[in-house]
């Protein structure tokens, strides 16, 4: 099985974030990738689309966020993207009853690093706004008219996830 037939088109996703993000003068071009977001509408959807994904990845980590389960997961190999992007790590939040979303990809997470601040004062005009998820993250975000978002962070959520205390597990 291929992990499109898990995910859908990520390269038809991450194309049109690409493109919407040039076309309101935000340049990624030479950024990593830090992860895809993928929502699911259900609980049950959540923990099929979990295990079918954990096939593969080489590590995870399932733990509690925002009163839910979101899990983590390292993938074996990345998916190779346009311009030569990849991205290795899909973050899946399993659903909250407060918020229905469509499921599907949701959001991309681009690592800016230190100079994040710079960034968000440059762009304050386009940024839809800044999410503050605790002291470790707090990803600047621009989210289009098609509801999918663009996220920017310091750091890789790979990293965020260790400086939260916590633990990937081999898959």
């Given at each position: 099985?291929?992990?499109?037939?898990?995910?859908?088109?990520y390269?038809?996703?991450?194309s049109?974030?690409?493109?919407?993000?040039k076309?309101?003068?935000?340049?990624i071009?030479?950024m990593?990738m830090?992860h895809?977001?993928?929502r699911?509408t259900?609980?049950?959807?959540?923990?099929?689309l979990?295990d079918?994904?954990?096939?593969f990845c080489?590590?995870?980590?399932?733990?509690?966020?925002n009163g839910r389960?979101?899990?983590?997961?390292?993938l074996?190999?990345?998916l190779?993207?346009?311009d030569?992007?990849?991205v290795?790590v899909i973050?899946?939040?399993a659903?909250?009853p407060?918020?229905?979303?469509?499921?599907?990809?949701?959001?991309?997470?681009v690592v800016?690093?230190?100079?994040?601040p710079?960034?968000i004062?440059?762009y304050?005009?386009?940024?839809t706004?800044?999410?503050?998820?605790g002291q470790?993250c707090q990803?600047a975000f621009?989210?289009?008219d098609?509801d999918?978002t663009?996220k920017?962070?310091?750091i890789?959520?790979?990293e965020?996830?260790v400086l939260?205390?916590?633990k990937?597990?081999?898959?």
């Amino acid at each position: 099985m291929k992990i499109e037939r898990i995910i859908g088109d990520y390269q038809g996703f991450f194309s049109d974030l690409l493109y919407r993000q040039k076309k309101v003068g935000i340049n990624i071009t030479g950024m990593p990738m830090s992860h895809f977001l993928y929502r699911t509408t259900t609980t049950p959807e959540y923990e099929a689309l979990r295990d079918q994904l954990k096939f593969f990845c080489s590590e995870f980590v399932e733990t509690q966020f925002n009163g839910r389960a979101v899990s983590v997961l390292v993938l074996n190999e990345p998916l190779v993207l346009e311009d030569d992007f990849l991205v290795s790590v899909i973050e899946l939040p399993a659903p909250r009853p407060v918020h229905m979303y469509p499921s599907g990809l949701e959001s991309t997470g681009v690592v800016i690093g230190k100079k994040l601040p710079e960034f968000i004062n440059r762009y304050k005009e386009i940024l839809t706004g800044v999410k503050d998820h605790g002291q470790h993250c707090q990803p600047a975000f621009i989210t289009f008219d098609n509801d999918k978002t663009a996220k920017f962070y310091d750091i890789p959520l790979t990293e965020i996830v260790v400086l939260q205390g916590w633990k990937f597990e081999i898959c």
